[in-house]
C-alpha cells in the first residue's frame, strides 16, 4: 500500500493500521526525516519514498521504486488542502 502523506498525521496513522494489519506499506511524503523515521520504526515491510504529489516526475520516480519491490495492491491519499461540502 502506497500511502501519500504518510509520514505524519492521519497518513502516519493508516500506514501503522495497514503495517499492523500485515500489509506492505510504502510512506509517501516530501517530509523524508519523518518518513525515514515512520518507515525504521516499522522495520519490515516498510519503506520510504520521497514524494511531491504535485509533481509528474516524483510520481514517476516513487513508483518505479515501488514497482522494484514488486506488487502495490492499494494507494491511500492521506492529503487534503479544503473540505469542500457537497450538499
Known amino acids: 500500500t502506497l500511502v501519500t502523506g504518510g509520514a505524519a498525521g492521519i497518513g502516519a496513522a493508516v500506514v501503522r493500521l495497514m503495517h499492523d ?3 506492505r506499506v510504502y510512506v509517501a511524503d ?11 520504526e ?8 520521497a514524494l511531491d504529489v504535485t509533481d ?22 492521506t492529503y487534503f488542502t479544503s473540505v469542500v461540502p457537497v450538499w
Open 21 to 23: 494489519e500485515g500489509a
Open 30 to 40: 516530501v517530509d523524508v526525516e519523518a518518513g525515514r523515521a515512520l518507515a525504521e
Open 42 to 49: 516499522l522495520g519490515e515491510r516498510a519503506t520510504f519514498v
Open 56 to 77: 509528474e516526475g516524483s510520481w514517476t520516480t516513487a513508483l518505479a521504486t515501488v514497482r522494484q519491490a514488486g506488487a502495490c495492491y492499494a494507494l491511500t491519499a
